[in-house]
């Protein structure tokens, strides 16, 4: 086998991750909460809201102001493969969402 179709074989066993994510400012106590449908593509938000392109106009406004150092972002949790072949994948991601902006009090969307 030669090295392409290898690395296309290894991509393929690549799990993908959903779940549901926080960025808090640690200085106000503010949550933002979002939810992926691979966790992966959390670094690209941290990418944008550096580089000064994430679309939640007052996190990035924020983030600018205080910088990376002053936010906290915690991956809250992954998504069990049963329940998104149970419930779909968005209907999945909306009900955790929810349980963890109830569980954490007052949070701001990102989704």
């Known amino acids: 086998m030669d090295q392409r179709k290898i690395l296309k074989e290894q991509y393929k066993e690549i799990k993908i991750e959903a779940g549901i994510y926080t960025i808090t400012n640690k200085q106000t106590g503010d949550i933002y909460i979002g939810s992926l449908?691979?966790?992966?593509?959390l670094n690209g938000i941290i990418f944008q809201l550096n580089s000064g392109t994430h679309m939640h106009k007052n996190l990035q406004q924020v983030w600018k102001e205080q910088g990376e150092s002053a936010f906290e972002c915690v991956v809250r949790e992954i998504l069990k493969e049963e329940v998104i072949e149970e419930q779909g994948m968005k209907e999945a991601l909306e009900k955790t969402q929810e349980k963890w902006s109830s569980q954490l009090g007052h949070t701001i969307s990102l989704n």
């Open 37 to 41: 449908n691979n966790l992966k593509r």
